[in-house]
């Protein structure tokens, strides 16, 4: 498995996370996850690690930017005819590569045989790709159990970006919320360890938490 198709598995769970939170608003969870999908194989493509922020922060306005297309576009992930037909010959070409190396292959490996371009393969393939199972299965294959998805999945979202918003700030600042707020310190213990008055500290965070409420809500 290359860099792209790995960075791709190891955060379908974002595209879950954004997809749950458009749950029973019109749209089946089956296609908010293939639009996510889609969302995601799009941003594995743009993100450049040198930009300085994890790609989870970038990746999932990308997600959730083409959820909501979905909602724009009727409820539908338009596939284009050529789209389909290259779905067919990679699911040809994956089935011809697994009897003569005894493998799946790879994106790059598919894109060789069909002469075609990984972005390409990559696309025909989320398209008519099915949901991610969430079961887990024994070495046998035999279903055991449902994978507990946490029912405040969807806080994940605001969790990216409040993280995004305390880099933003001050040292001294980012320092205040981590003492009042992780680390449960009150306004008299962190007013010590800042130097400062706890008048002080509880007027400098009732500020920052009011620009924080801003920029996430």
Do not use: W
Not at 51 to 57: I, N, W
Not at 109 to 120: G, H, N, T, V
Not at 167 to 182: G, Q, V
Request: with cysteine.
């Amino acid at each position: 498995m290359n860099g792209r198709d790995k960075a791709v598995n190891e955060n379908l769970g974002l595209v879950h996370a954004c997809a749950v939170r458009f749950r029973g608003k019109g749209i089946e969870y089956d296609d908010l996850y293939q639009a996510g999908c889609v969302g995601l194989i799009k941003a594995v493509d743009k993100f450049d690690p040198a930009l300085g922020y994890r790609f989870s922060t970038y990746a999932v306005p990308v997600i959730m930017g083409e959820i909501k297309r979905m909602f724009r576009d009727g409820g539908s992930v338009k596939v284009s005819r050529s789209l389909k037909e290259l779905s067919l010959k990679i699911n040809k070409a994956g089935d011809d590569f697994v009897r003569e190396h005894g493998r799946e292959p790879t994106v790059s490996e598919l894109a060789k045989c069909l002469d075609s371009s990984e972005e390409a393969v990559t696309e025909a393939i989320g398209a008519a790709a099915p949901p991610l199972s969430l079961t887990l299965s024994d070495d046998d294959g035999e279903v055991q159990s449902d994978i507990p998805v946490p029912s405040h999945d969807g806080k994940i979202i605001e969790i990216m970006s409040l993280h995004t918003e305390l880099k933003k700030l001050s040292p001294e600042d980012r320092r205040l919320i981590e003492l009042r707020f992780f680390k449960r310190v009150t306004q008299t213990a962190a007013a010590k360890k800042l130097g400062m008055s706890q008048v002080q500290v509880s007027r400098r965070e009732k500020k920052i938490l009011k620009k924080l409420r801003e920029k996430l809500f």
